[in-house]
């Protein structure tokens, strides 16, 4: 009675094990990398179709990556950086590194990236793009979790909804070429909608401001850490539209920038582009008020980087 | 471990498993261990915590048994309800004892301070002392004898589907199950996995997506849209409900695969047609607990001042249960709203009768149902608010007249899923209609063919998947 049970069980059960190997098959973060159906820039593009999936999508794709194939030049940082293309600074410096800016990455996200990533390879260079937007106490969750539990758990790639959601999009996407399954994030946004997003976030990341004396802390450990390991440690800080700089102005938060920056600069060697430039005042070079476009991203890191090597 | 996680149902399988397949005599001990596991797994010192208690009662109960007839057993009795009481007590009200008694003594200068002891709510305490005095109650009133066996005692007060949020189950119907033979019975595990499915389904989907907009109102109910309180107002009941019966159904099926049947907490509450049928309809092991235990004894006692001590006990029983949720004045008046609204149901019953008469009665019996349901709306305003000026705010601007244009932006904004989540319910409140009206809904679903009824399964499932979320908790844990 008891085998017949079982049986009618399990035999409930397989339309549900459909989930688990759609999961297996398609392995939307090539998590198992044992078959690559779908290809792996379709699986990246996927992964940024909206704001909501793509900053724990990001990082787990970028973690695992990074597991498989360990690089000891990163660049760590949020979505101001995810743009920094590591095949031009290859092209540049002749040396490999590993982008490992996520969107919606906030401080604790970074150290913990920078944590995970010195336990895999010995360090050579780190690069921080640090932005003065998320260096706010309010700011303090942790993206690094999210992508950090399958790591731990491995049973949860196949267990969470997201991942199927994920792996059901790579297979729609695969399969239609729909453009609109790709492009729900910010970056897609219509000019009108862009503007009242970037006002929205000047409100969210300094309306309810205070410094965080913890991250400065936090980066005196890397710092040290840094200096006794031999790794090369570099701050970057990425240029903003002049209207948040207004804003900054407007709500009385110029000194703390000006701290911030003093801070940073202080770890070590610091490259400061967003600094009163041409480039800050032209709207056609953002994409909201926080976000270089890709074309301005280019010259940066090209100009970042070959000072790098003349230096 | 939540039911609703994936853990969970990797450990229920794996004690069910365990369970069927080792012989009769050691299937109480499978429970107790696996028990103890689960509760290991919320903390490793509230195990230590809840074996001592468990021990000490066990003691205890057979200590009474032995003095039935010995001149000190009402004294053995009443240290034994007065020490569990008193745990429950401190680790519960302690806190709140001791801030309302500094700030009276302080307005007298008495010079009198009780300290603030950092002391964390052991889980489910609430709902095993209850047991535990009921058991040592019966004792003491000869109406059951003491439970000899540890594991079956233990199995009474730890078993885990109903370690942390109850039912609170009554010894005389709890331990004769352990004591007969569980034998593998296809059609009983296949009711309880059907109920738990049912309960997931409550909670995670229903549930989980209308707490959204209640936590938003009562978190950050200075900055909540005010015309958008009346639809929190009546989606807060749907909510609780949809919260516990979902839990309760969890634990129930999850019982009923190891072959013991728990008391149900629910019996269609929102189709009562008064308070106090209300409070025979919703939580009903709470309620039964004190009726028995707080209500018949005071009335019993103090027969003699006639409808006096009616009302009394009335209010001195819904106290206890305002109270039994937490230490804060919102639950005194959670308790004390009841009471006020029996009371009064209590003393015009002839009028009202005599009232409906004049009207249609199915008329009467929906207007009834109305303000029943309203009234327990208002209410849970004091149950959810984190105190009394919460409370008031959110009741003075509950009938301010709603700005539409504001209402609409809000109700726009919604997520769809809350939508969604209201439609399950009135779909899951025709089915009540119906088995109310005495169709049995769940024969009917059963006499479907296969097909349809897995298919059933399957769409349940593939909602509670999809709507899962990782910080979900239940709202009667925290009791």
Same mark, same amino acid.
């Given at each position: 009675?008891?085998?017949?049970?079982?049986?009618?069980?399990?035999?409930?059960?397989?339309?549900?094990?459909?989930?688990?190997?759609?999961?297996?098959?398609?392995?939307?973060?090539?998590?198992?990398?044992?078959?690559?159906?779908?290809?792996?820039?379709?699986?990246?593009?996927?992964?940024?179709?909206?704001?909501?999936?793509?900053?724990?999508?990001?990082?787990?794709?970028?973690?695992?990556?990074?597991?498989?194939?360990?690089?000891?030049?990163?660049?760590?940082?949020?979505?101001?950086?995810?743009?920094?293309?590591?095949?031009?600074?290859?092209?540049?410096?002749?040396?490999?590194?590993?982008?490992?800016?996520?969107?919606?990455?906030?401080?604790?996200?970074?150290?913990?990236?920078?944590?995970?990533?010195?336990?895999?390879?010995?360090?050579?260079?780190?690069?921080?793009?640090?932005?003065?937007?998320?260096?706010?106490?309010?700011?303090?969750?942790?993206?690094?979790?999210?992508?950090?539990?399958?790591?731990?758990?491995?049973?949860?790639?196949?267990?969470?909804?997201?991942?199927?959601?994920?792996?059901?999009?790579?297979?729609?996407?695969?399969?239609?070429?729909?453009?609109?399954?790709?492009?729900?994030?910010?970056?897609?946004?219509?000019?009108?909608?862009?503007?009242?997003?970037?006002?929205?976030?000047?409100?969210?990341?300094?309306?309810?401001?205070?410094?965080?004396?913890?991250?400065?802390?936090?980066?005196?450990?890397?710092?040290?850490?840094?200096?006794?390991?031999?790794?090369?440690?570099?701050?970057?800080?990425?240029?903003?539209?002049?209207?948040?700089?207004?804003?900054?102005?407007?709500?009385?938060?110029?000194?703390?920038?000006?701290?911030?920056?003093?801070?940073?600069?202080?770890?070590?060697?610091?490259?400061?582009?967003?600094?009163?430039?041409?480039?800050?005042?032209?709207?056609?070079?953002?994409?909201?008020?926080?976000?270089?476009?890709?074309?301005?991203?280019?010259?940066?890191?090209?100009?970042?980087?070959?000072?790098?090597?003349?230096? | 471990?939540?039911?609703?996680?994936?853990?969970?149902?990797?450990?229920?399988?794996?004690?069910?498993?365990?369970?069927?397949?080792?012989?009769?005599?050691?299937?109480?001990?499978?429970?107790?261990?696996?028990?103890?596991?689960?509760?290991?797994?919320?903390?490793?010192?509230?195990?230590?915590?809840?074996?001592?208690?468990?021990?000490?009662?066990?003691?205890?109960?057979?200590?009474?048994?032995?003095?039935?007839?010995?001149?000190?057993?009402?004294?053995?009795?009443?240290?034994?309800?007065?020490?569990?009481?008193?745990?429950?007590?401190?680790?519960?009200?302690?806190?709140?004892?001791?801030?309302?008694?500094?700030?009276?003594?302080?307005?007298?200068?008495?010079?009198?301070?009780?300290?603030?002891?950092?002391?964390?709510?052991?889980?489910?305490?609430?709902?095993?002392?209850?047991?535990?005095?009921?058991?040592?109650?019966?004792?003491?009133?000869?109406?059951?004898?003491?439970?000899?066996?540890?594991?079956?005692?233990?199995?009474?007060?730890?078993?885990?589907?109903?370690?942390?949020?109850?039912?609170?189950?009554?010894?005389?119907?709890?331990?004769?199950?352990?004591?007969?033979?569980?034998?593998?019975?296809?059609?009983?595990?296949?009711?309880?996995?059907?109920?738990?499915?049912?309960?997931?389904? /409550?909670? %995670?989907?229903? +549930?989980?997506?209308?707490?959204?907009?209640? @936590?938003?109102?009562?978190?950050? *109910?200075? =900055? !909540?849209?005010?015309?958008?309180?009346?639809?929190?107002?009546?989606?807060?009941?749907?909510?609780?409900?949809?919260?516990?019966?979902?839990?309760?159904?969890?634990?129930?099926?999850?019982?009923?695969?190891?072959?013991?049947?728990?008391?149900?907490?629910?019996?269609?509450?929102?189709?009562?047609?008064?308070?106090?049928?209300?409070?025979?309809?919703?939580?009903?092991?709470?309620?039964?607990?004190?009726?028995?235990?707080?209500?018949?004894?005071?009335?019993?006692?103090?027969?003699?001042?006639?409808?006096?001590?009616?009302?009394?006990?009335?209010?001195?029983?819904?106290?206890?249960?305002?109270?039994?949720?937490?230490?804060?004045?919102?639950?005194?008046?959670?308790?004390?709203?009841?009471?006020?609204?029996?009371?009064?149901?209590?003393?015009?019953?002839? /009028?009202? %009768?005599?009232? +409906?008469?004049?009207?249609?009665?199915?008329? @009467?019996?929906?207007?009834?149902? *109305?303000? =029943? !349901?309203?009234?327990?709306?208002?209410?849970?305003?004091?149950?959810?608010?984190?105190?009394?000026?919460?409370?008031?705010?959110?009741?003075?601007?509950?009938?301010?007249?709603?700005?539409?244009?504001?209402?609409?932006?809000?109700?726009?904004?919604?997520?769809?899923?809350?939508?969604?989540?209201?439609?399950?319910?009135?779909?899951?409140?025709?089915?009540?209609?119906?088995?109310?009206?005495?169709?049995?809904?769940?024969?009917?679903?059963?006499?479907?063919?296969?097909?349809?009824?897995?298919?059933?399964?399957?769409?349940?499932?593939?909602?509670?998947?999809?709507?899962?979320?990782?910080?979900?908790?239940?709202?009667?844990?925290?009791?």
């Amino acid at each position: 009675m008891m085998k017949n049970y079982l049986l009618k069980i399990v035999l409930f059960g397989l339309p549900v094990m459909v989930f688990p190997l759609l999961v297996l098959l398609i392995d939307p973060y090539n998590f198992v990398n044992a078959f690559h159906v779908v290809n792996d820039s379709d699986k990246y593009k996927v992964i940024q179709r909206c704001d909501e999936s793509s900053p724990r999508g990001n990082l787990l794709w970028k973690m695992i990556c990074y597991k498989r194939q360990p690089l000891p030049c990163i660049i760590i940082g949020d979505s101001q950086g995810k743009d920094i293309r590591t095949d031009l600074i290859a092209d540049i410096t002749g040396e490999t590194y590993s982008n490992l800016c996520v969107p919606g990455a906030s401080y604790n996200t970074m150290f913990d990236l920078f944590w995970f990533a010195a336990a895999q390879t010995d360090l050579k260079k780190a690069w921080f793009q640090v932005s003065f937007m998320n260096f706010n106490t309010q700011r303090s969750y942790n993206l690094f979790c999210a992508a950090d539990k399958f790591m731990k758990y491995p049973y949860l790639y196949f267990t969470t909804k997201e991942i199927y959601v994920d792996a059901f999009y790579n297979v729609a996407w695969a399969v239609t070429r729909n453009p609109q399954l790709i492009s729900k994030s910010y970056e897609f946004l219509p000019e009108n909608k862009m503007e009242e997003l970037s006002r929205s976030r000047l409100h969210l990341f300094f309306d309810s401001y205070s410094y965080p004396d913890n991250f400065v802390e936090e980066f005196r450990k890397v710092s040290q850490y840094c200096d006794k390991q031999g790794i090369e440690l570099n701050f970057i800080i990425l240029p903003v539209y002049v209207e948040v700089d207004n804003y900054l102005e407007k709500v009385g938060l110029d000194e703390e920038r000006a701290q911030f920056k003093s801070d940073i600069k202080a770890l070590g060697h610091t490259i400061d582009l967003d600094s009163e430039s041409p480039l800050k005042n032209s709207r056609l070079n953002f994409f909201d008020y926080f976000h270089p476009k890709k074309a301005v991203m280019d010259s940066l890191t090209i100009e970042v980087w070959s000072n790098c090597v003349l230096q | 471990m939540l039911f609703n996680s994936f853990h969970f149902l990797v450990f229920l399988t794996a004690s069910s498993v365990a369970f069927y397949s080792v012989a009769e005599r050691y299937k109480q001990l499978v429970i107790f261990l696996f028990s103890v596991v689960f509760i290991a797994a919320i903390s490793s010192k509230l195990v230590i915590f809840t074996l001592i208690f468990t021990i000490l009662n066990y003691i205890l109960g057979i200590f009474l048994e032995k003095k039935l007839h010995s001149p000190y057993r009402l004294l053995i009795f009443r240290l034994s309800v007065m020490a569990n009481a008193g745990l429950l007590v401190f680790f519960k009200y302690y806190g709140f004892l001791a801030d309302n008694l500094n700030s009276l003594f302080g307005g007298f200068n008495a010079g009198l301070s009780f300290p603030h002891l950092n002391v964390l709510l052991p889980v489910g305490i609430s709902y095993y002392t209850f047991q535990v005095i009921g058991y040592l109650v019966r004792i003491n009133r000869a109406a059951g004898l003491a439970e000899h066996n540890f594991i079956h005692f233990a199995n009474y007060l730890i078993f885990f589907p109903k370690f942390i949020s109850g039912p609170i189950e009554r010894s005389q119907r709890f331990f004769p199950q352990l004591n007969k033979k569980t034998t593998f019975v296809p059609d009983e595990i296949s009711k309880g996995l059907r109920l738990f499915l049912l309960g997931m389904f /409550k909670k %995670v989907v229903i +549930a989980n997506n209308l707490a959204g907009p209640v @936590v938003a109102a009562y978190d950050h *109910i200075n =900055t !909540f849209p005010q015309g958008a309180f009346v639809f929190v107002f009546i989606i807060q009941a749907i909510h609780l409900y949809c919260d516990f019966s979902g839990y309760t159904d969890m634990a129930l099926g999850m019982a009923r695969i190891f072959g013991i049947k728990l008391t149900d907490n629910f019996n269609r509450p929102f189709l009562a047609c008064s308070v106090s049928e209300f409070w025979r309809r919703w939580h009903i092991s709470l309620s039964s607990w004190c009726n028995d235990f707080v209500f018949l004894p005071f009335i019993i006692q103090y027969r003699r001042l006639g409808n006096v001590a009616n009302v009394a006990g009335i209010f001195l029983t819904f106290f206890i249960i305002g109270v039994w949720h937490g230490a804060n004045w919102t639950f005194v008046v959670l308790g004390l709203l009841q009471g006020v609204a029996i009371s009064a149901e209590f003393a015009s019953k002839r /009028k009202r %009768v005599m009232f +409906a008469q004049k009207f249609n009665p199915q008329l @009467v019996v929906l207007l009834s149902r *109305i303000y =029943t !349901f309203l009234f327990f709306c208002f209410t849970l305003v004091f149950f959810n608010a984190r105190n009394m000026s919460d409370a008031w705010y959110f009741i003075s601007h509950l009938f301010v007249l709603p700005d539409l244009s504001q209402l609409s932006t809000v109700l726009i904004e919604l997520p769809a899923r809350v939508y969604m989540a209201v439609c399950f319910y009135l779909i899951l409140f025709v089915f009540e209609l119906y088995q109310e009206n005495g169709a049995d809904t769940g024969w009917l679903f059963q006499r479907m063919p296969r097909l349809v009824r897995w298919a059933g399964y399957y769409i349940m499932l593939a909602f509670i998947f999809f709507y899962s979320s990782a910080g979900d908790t239940f709202i009667y844990l925290k009791f």
